[in-house]
């Protein structure tokens, strides 16, 4: 596997120390990093992704040991950590009082989300900051999440001190983010670890849909590439591109040609960037079941085909 020398990761602690940004792996997808314990690095991020922001940030940390003086855990989200940490799943706590984490991070919610990223480039990054790191998607709000470092470099390289190269992402889509500051335990974005496999640990998730103040039942315009996207597709129409999946598929790509949702779900970002181009008129994308990993595949999906922005590009 691609991994940083020392001195890279050394360079990496010192422009976070300096409130700068730094790209890194994770499992999921790459992050954008700053240091979550400084206002003005973490306001840094929203500016440079043009990030809403009433949309709060994750801190990433390198174990659940770490995430202990941040948040306040019940025994479910111990239960959640000892099970799915590290690895791709964000659990949504009450703040506690001394939280050293910005503010800004929250968005104005007396919760913090927290993550324990399975990289191993991430976890050396984290451990050399000493402190959390708050890691969006490394994208411009909106659209694709980068799967590997040179996704990054084209869409944000101007803008971020170091990119951290772990080669391409194994999961591919973003972490779940589970809400357990409330009563029940809620769903506020399917993602690498299955809504089944949460639920057998704490029992049945209720869905919030993603981010705290989406106006309900819109679906929001996001991880959309510039070319309409049309679901359902059992075959490309004149000008479309195909994104396949199984094996009748055939098409421009396949996502998993032997029907395989981890695969398709690695693939998926990379294989919508791929389809991208000028020369096609839309991307047609052949139904993915609605179960384990394709539930976060189905919801990049809808999110990608939902009406856009009437102002240019999202
Ligand atoms: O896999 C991932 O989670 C990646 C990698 C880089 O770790 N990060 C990521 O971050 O996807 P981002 O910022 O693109 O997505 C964070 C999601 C958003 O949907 C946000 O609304 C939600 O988590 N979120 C963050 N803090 C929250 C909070 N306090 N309450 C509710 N939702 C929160
Ligand atoms: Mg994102």
Known sequence: MT??????????????????????????????GADSTSDAAVARVYEAKGRPVFNPLIAHVPGLAEAEPLVVMPESARKLARAFWPGPLTLVLKRRDNCPVSLLASAGLDTLAVRVPDHPVAQRLLRAAGRPLVAPSANPSGQLSPTTAAHVREALGDKVQVILDGGPCRVGVE????????????????????????????????????????????????????????????????????????????GVRNLSPSGDLTEAAANLFAYLRALDRPEHSAIAVMPIPEVGLGRAINDRLRRAAAPRPSSGKP
Do not use: C, K, M, N
Not at 8 to 16: K, N, P, R, S
Not at 17 to 24: D, I, K, S
Not at 209 to 223: D, F, V
């Open 175 to 250: 972490s779940t983010v589970v809400d357990l500051s409330g009563d029940r335990p809620a769903l506020l974005r399917p993602g690498g670890v299955t809504s089944e496999a949460i639920e057998a640990i704490v029992g049945p998730l209720s869905s919030a849909g993603e981010g705290p103040l989406r106006s309900p039942g819109q679906l929001e315009s996001h991880y959309a590439p510039a070319l309409p996207v049309r679901l359902g597709a059992t075959e490309a129409r004149p000008g479309e591109a195909l994104l396949a999946f199984g094996p009748t598929g055939g």
């Open 3 to 32: 991994s940083p020398a020392d001195s890279t990761i050394d360079e990496a602690v010192q422009a976070l120390a300096q409130g700068r940004l730094v790209a890194f792996p994770t499992e999921t997808v790459y992050g954008l």
